[in-house]
C-alpha cells in the first residue's frame, strides 16, 4: 500500500516558477518508480514526468523538457517536481503517482497509486 500526499501547487504567472511535492507513506518507497501526471478541463489525464527507483532515470514529456526537472528524495520518501518558466497551457491539476512498473508505459488507466492531486494555474 502506498499513501501520496501532494503539495506545493498554486497561482503563478507566465514565466514563473513552483516545486510540487509529494510525500509518501509507505514501506517500501524505493520499490516504486514515481511520477506525475497532470488533467487540465476537459481534458484526459497526461503523463508529465516519471523516475525510476532510483532516481537515475528520468522521462518526461516533450512540452516540459527543459523546463521542468523531477526529483525524489529516498531518506524523506518524497517526490518532487521543479516547473520553471511555465505556461498558461501547463494549468492543470497535478497527481503525483506511483507504480512497480514504468509510469509513461503503464499509462493512467492501469496506475493503481495517486495522490489527491494539487491545482496549479498560470496567468498571464
Known amino acids: 500500500q502506498v499513501q501520496l500526499v501532494e503539495s506545493g501547487g498554486g497561482l503563478v504567472q507566465a514565466g514563473g516558477s513552483l516545486r510540487l511535492s509529494c510525500a509518501a507513506s509507505?514501506?517500501?518507497?524505493?520499490?516504486?518508480?514515481l511520477g506525475w501526471f497532470r488533467q487540465a478541463p476537459g481534458k484526459e489525464r497526461e503523463f508529465v514526468a516519471s523516475i525510476n527507483w532510483s532516481g537515475g532515470q528520468t522521462d518526461y514529456v516533450d512540452s516540459v523538457k527543459g523546463r521542468f526537472e523531477i526529483s525524489r528524495d529516498n531518506r524523506r520518501d518524497t517526490l518532487y517536481l521543479q516547473m520553471n518558466n511555465l505556461k498558461r497551457e501547463d494549468t492543470a491539476v497535478y497527481y503525483c503517482?506511483?507504480?512497480?512498473?514504468?509510469?509513461?508505459?503503464?499509462?493512467?488507466?492501469?496506475?493503481?497509486?495517486w495522490g489527491q492531486g494539487t491545482q496549479v494555474t498560470v496567468s498571464s
Open positions: 509507505t514501506q517500501t518507497f524505493m520499490s516504486y518508480d
Open positions: 503517482a506511483a507504480a512497480t512498473a514504468d509510469l509513461r508505459a503503464t499509462g493512467p488507466n492501469r496506475i493503481r497509486y
